[in-house]
């Protein structure tokens, strides 16, 4: 099949790869076209583990290409994607116009009928107003389908290939029909392809991830409840998870969620249904919880030293997560501002983010080649995003380089056992 993916953001670039891989012929458009030489010369314009090995292997064998020219690739394909960004307004709503601009470009560059695909994050009424934004503009039939992304940073290629299930909002048996050829490569194995009306598919990705949310606040929540009344949150949490009918999953306290979906998701949630004169409560509570549970570390910080002024503090991850460069609302950004504010110094370590870090923080931040480096003269280290390589450390040469061996774990890397022999004083979520 003959695809055109318009915007190659995080979402456009691991759908083109991906169904390249799948033997698709796709085009990614960018208005951008810096970017597009960059693609074409094989460098990717984000971290994504296995993304760069793909787009190179499918660019190769000629299924991948890459161009600013939406006319020819639009013409050219038979379902054309839109995966532009979606930004947050001032008041948490979803801005469209980027995606209304692009429907608009798509319908004067039609020359017979096109599946439409809505891939970026849109709010509820989204494929309505995309198909009314067509219409005017030409003559061809159309079919306008909400096909949204369940991608996690960090393992989005695995997501796509091996979904949990594929949405597919669509009023319209000729778009069903090529939808369901378009992704059975990839539900071999069994994961349901949900076809529904577009509203539907529309809310359910900002059902799943507002869900997802309220799991980590409600966790953040009951680790600040274990901390008051001498509880262990580890033992809680796996206590309540071991209950099939709550699961595992997205039950680790820690320093608040961030990232491109979560934060965005839940206010534009609330948002429309504040339009329909519905006040969402859960999720005022989820976003409250979320931007208290960002300050936690540095309280602590202040109880243990009380004025941190002339402090050096370490800290390991900058990044919102693991295994992405990505820092859109990640908990180091409000942590490590809170901490130059009050007068402290600032040594960092990320694997990946800090190229992006240096864009935030105007210079207030040392960056450093290792983890290890960023402890030299620290009064304390602050654990903030739990990569792999921070789980297993030489706790005698962190001891060696440190002014004193204070840690503040917000990711509970560690146990207060192990840290307690291991001659540190220890602060963790929900455990004393």
Not at 208 to 220: E, K, V, W
Not at 291 to 319: N, S, Y
Not at 345 to 350: F, L, R, W
Request: with cysteine.
């Amino acid at each position: 099949m003959r695809l055109a993916v318009i915007g190659t953001g995080y979402v456009g670039l691991v759908a083109g790869a991906c169904f390249a891989e799948s033997g698709n012929d796709v085009v990614c458009v960018d208005k951008d076209q810096k970017k597009i030489e960059t693609l074409n010369a094989g460098q990717m314009p984000i971290y994504e583990p296995g993304l760069e090995e793909l787009v190179r292997r499918n660019r190769a064998e000629g299924r991948l290409t890459f161009t600013t020219s939406l006319d020819q690739a639009v013409q050219e394909a038979q379902v054309v994607f839109i995966a532009v960004g979606t930004p947050q307004g001032e008041d948490g709503s979803a801005d469209l116009q980027h995606v209304l601009s692009v429907a608009r470009d798509i319908a004067r560059a039609m020359n017979g009928y096109k599946v439409i695909v809505d891939k970026s994050t849109v709010p509820v009424g989204t494929s309505e107003k995309v198909a009314a934004v067509i219409r005017p503009e030409t003559t061809h039939p159309f079919s306008v389908v909400s096909n949204p992304e369940f991608l996690k940073q960090g393992a989005a290629i695995d997501d796509f290939m091996k979904p949990d299930r594929v949405v597919i909002g669509t009023s319209d048996q000729q778009s069903t029909d090529i939808m369901l050829e378009l992704y059975s490569p990839f539900t071999r194995t069994g994961a349901p392809i949900m076809v529904m009306d577009p509203a539907s598919a529309e809310l359910a990705k900002y059902a799943a991830n507002a869900m997802l949310a309220t799991r980590i606040s409600f966790m953040n929540e009951v680790a600040n409840v274990c901390e008051l009344v001498g509880a262990d949150v580890d033992h809680v949490r796996k206590a309540i998870g071991s209950d099939r009918r709550i699961g595992t999953s997205f039950l680790f306290p820690g320093v608040g969620y961030g990232g491109s979906c979560f934060p965005k998701d839940v206010q534009a949630m609330m948002h429309f249904a504040s339009e329909k004169n519905y006040d969402f409560k859960i999720l005022n509570a989820v976003e409250e919880v979320n931007a208290t549970q960002k300050r936690r570390l540095f309280e602590k910080m202040q109880q243990h030293f009380g004025d941190m002024r002339g402090k050096t503090v370490a800290i390991w991850g900058l990044a919102f997560k693991p295994k992405t460069d990505d820092m859109r609302e990640a908990p180091s950004i409000p942590l490590v501002r809170s901490l130059t504010g009050a007068g402290a110094k600032v040594q960092a370590y990320d694997p990946e983010a800090a190229k992006v870090a240096r864009t935030l923080f105007d210079g207030n931040v040392d960056y450093h080649p290792t983890n290890y480096d960023a402890l030299k003269g620290a009064d304390c280290l602050a654990i903030v995003t739990e990569w792999n390589e921070f789980r297993r450390p030489d706790f005698d040469r962190m001891k060696a380089l440190m002014n004193s061996p204070v840690v503040f774990d917000g990711r509970n890397l560690f146990t207060p056992e192990q840290m307690k022999q291991q001659g540190f004083t220890y602060y963790s979520i929900g455990r004393h």
